[in-house]
Nanobody, 119 residues
Framework: QVQLVESGGGLVQPGGSLRLSCAAS????????MSWVRQAPGKGLEWVSN????????YYADSVKGRFTISRDNAKNTLYLQMNSLKPEDTAVYYC????????????WGQGTQVTVSS
């Protein structure tokens, strides 16, 4: 079965850094574009970033551009999100999502990892 498992979340102070990981199994990871999507408490889903299957093309929401870096290691079947200069408004559950051949839809989702940015 397909499984996406996020890890690396936690409590961090404003201005701090955190690195999220998403370990994929049960799929040919290198065939999937990958995305990070977040959901703040009581709010809707917000797209954060995505990366193409080969890792050569990345995009970011304006709210995180310059602070976050998405990357992937296809040999390890793992997606990453390096988050720097964190702000309280970054507090959310962060999900990874896999898209087969197209980013028009999310085919698989992880369960999410909580990121809390607070003093």
């Amino acid at each position: 079965q397909v499984q996406l498992v996020e890890s690396g979340g936690g409590l961090v102070q404003p201005g701090g850094s955190l690195r999220l990981s998403c370990a994929a199994s049960g799929l040919t990871f290198s065939s999937y574009a990958m995305s990070w999507v977040r959901q703040a408490p009581g709010k809707g889903l917000e797209w954060v970033s995505n990366i193409n299957s080969g890792g050569g093309t990345t995009y970011y929401a304006d709210s995180v551009k310059g602070r976050f870096t998405i990357s992937r290691d296809n040999a390890k079947n793992t997606l990453y999100l390096q988050m720097n200069s964190l702000k309280p408004e970054d507090t959310a559950v962060y999900y990874c999502a896999a898209s087969y051949l197209t980013l028009e839809r999310y085919d698989y989702w992880g369960q999410g990892t909580q990121v809390t940015v607070s003093s």
